[in-house]
């Protein structure tokens, strides 16, 4: 089907096992702006997914309900957002798990993240350690082949800026948010035109 005739869709990974997760509402913010934007969105929220260690050798249908939904999703995806918490230094180990799953994405046309955008959000109790794991996960976006956004939101003091349920409550913050949903879907229909005319050209030809 031809992307106009269809949604694009952007699928949210992020968050802590910490319940009212900073991380969590950072990448709601984003991911609602996406939607607002005109894509098909879906949140998977890492402590409701409750993922086991990805474990070399263990094959898909060996993993529960959980790892499957996340392959699923990430294999469906125009465009992926991630948000994650930083961890002594760089991103948290939960988030970093989730993305070694990808490696059930290695077969196929467009392996991995071939052809997907991918907006990067972290958030941070200091000021340094955000910027780290939003820094960290491009390496690992580009080892995947993933198209990085190249607007990044690093929420730094994330304490004073979300509220008690994880919501971004300082609107400067918030607005970058939606600037970075607003911006993969935008993205992610530039690199599907762009796809569709390349399949229509080798077609023509
Ligand atoms: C185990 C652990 C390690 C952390 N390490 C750092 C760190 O190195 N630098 C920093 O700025 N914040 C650090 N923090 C604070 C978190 O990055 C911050 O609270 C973040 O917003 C938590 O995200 P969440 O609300 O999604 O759980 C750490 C928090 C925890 C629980």
Redesign the pocket.
Known sequence: MAFRERRLKVVGVG??L?EG????GALRRALAAAGEAGAETELLDLRELDLPMYQPGVTLDEYGSGVKRLVGALRGADAVLIST?????TLAGVTKNALDFAQFLSGGEHPYFDGKVVGLIS????E???ANATGALVHVVHSLRGVVAPLMVSISK??QRADGS?DITDELYGRRLESLGELVVDLAGGLAARDERAELAGVAG
């Open positions: 968050g802590t910490r997760s900073a991380s969590l918490a930083a961890y002594h230094g958030t941070a109790g200091g340094q350690a955000g994330a304490w994880g």
